[in-house]
């Protein structure tokens, strides 16, 4: 198969982590036989300082082309007080839009290996795995109105939570066919107390669970979700929610995982005729500036977004498996970033890339 991707390194860390994922992307390529052909373009902070824009055209025509595209991260303090339109999380909701990506795919696995670095006890979290499917193309986020008026003591913010039927309709048949593939139970978190959008959306996700008869249905208000994620988080399997929710819980629950710097996401889209979903790639955690350019940063989740990859953009599952295997071969060893090794001398993000590399290219002289 002929892989076309798109590689943007985007801010901070993710020139360095998506370093990593190239690496191992080409790896598995040569392993199994596939051809790569990768392009590159800029999103984010290095947009802006490149053509004044978070997601220039020329990105937009890169990302339409590709079969699939991987992403670093984006975001950089200097334009932490940049109006909305020239922040660098604008390219990523611009390149989102553009893609007509509306369900992100947020895996939590907590590996044995990893068991020491959660704070939470083992016991808790040792055999917890679970998928968050967050809802990616409206609420907060993209509701109109918004924005800043008015001056002194009459200044307001706005921003307007809205869905509409359809939207709730596709991702809550998305999460239903992929817990039929899991352990067939879907939790769907909401604010139906207070939010008129969340008893929508609650009514809507039990109307098209008559569609699932081997799939149980439970619904979770955000608040006592939260609070469960810590205290119970073998309870869950699929857990669907609205945009903005969504995008909280799923950073709360990289304590079970250890580090944010493991979790791994795919944003999917419609699906192209030969069946494989139109996707966007990138680990769950953000640019870290703090520690960029300094070879620090774990570059597992961007690793692991590479598996997620080759399974959902190109039907590659074997070699999907291979990734998240040799990722479990290198945590078991300890060849890990500082974030996950409390003790002793950390490897560096190369290091760490190399290691995976190793351990894909021994499983590949075996088979």
Same mark, same amino acid.
């Not at 360095?16 to 392993?31: I, P, S």
């Not at 903005?244 to 005729?273: Q, T």
């Given at each position: ?31 199994? /036989? ?56 604008? /390219? ?54 918004? /924005? ?158 590479? /598996? ?60």
């Amino acid at each position: 198969m002929n892989l076309e991707i798109l590689l943007l390194a985007g801010d901070g860390i993710g020139v360095e982590v998506t370093r990593e994922a190239e690496k191992v992307l080409r790896h598995v390529a040569e392993a199994f /036989g596939h051809s790569l052909s990768v392009s590159r373009g800029l999103l984010g902070g290095a947009a802006i300082h490149r053509h004044g824009d978070p997601f220039p055209e020329e990105t937009r025509k890169l990302a339409l082309e590709a079969d699939a595209t991987l992403l670093g991260a984006v975001g950089l303090p200097e334009f932490d007080n940049a109006p909305p339109e020239k922040r660098p999380e604008r /390219g990523l909701l611009g390149i989102r839009k553009a893609l007509g990506v509306y369900a992100n795919l947020r895996p939590v696995e907590c590996y044995r290996a990893l068991l020491a670095c959660s704070p939470l006890k083992n016991e808790l979290v040792e055999g917890a795995d679970l998928l968050i499917v967050r809802e990616l193309t409206g609420g907060l986020y993209y509701g109109a109105p918004r /924005g800043i008026s008015g001056s002194g003591a009459e200044e307001r913010g706005v921003n307007t939570m809205t869905y509409t039927r359809a939207e709730i309709e596709r991702i809550a048949h998305m999460a239903f066919q992929l817990a039929q593939k899991r352990r067939k139970k879907v939790t769907s978190v909401d604010k139906s107390n207070v939010l008129e959008t969340s008893q929508l959306w609650r009514r809507v996700v039990t109307e098209v669970s008559a569609q699932y008869n081997d799939v149980s249905l439970d619904h979770m208000l955000v608040d006592n979700c939260a609070m469960q994620l810590v205290m119970n988080p073998k309870r869950f399997d699929v857990v669907v929610t609205e945009n903005m929710f969504g995008d909280i819980l799923s950073d709360e629950a990289a304590v079970l995982a250890g580090s944010i710097g493991m979790l791994p996401s795919a944003s999917l889209g419609g699906k192209r005729e030969s069946g494989a979903w139109t996707g966007l790639y990138e680990p769950v955690h953000g640019s870290a500036p703090d520690i960029a350019g300094q070879n620090k940063a774990n570059p597992l989740g961007a690793i692991g977004s590479v /598996g997620a990859m080759l399974q959902y953009s190109f039907g590659l599952v074997e070699e999907a498996r291979a990734v998240s295997r040799a990722i479990e071969e290198v945590l078991i060893s300890g060849r890990v970033t500082a974030d996950l090794r409390p003790s002793g001398p950390p490897a560096t993000t190369s290091e760490v890339g190399d290691a995976v590399c190793a351990a894909l290219a021994v499983r590949a002289a075996s088979a």
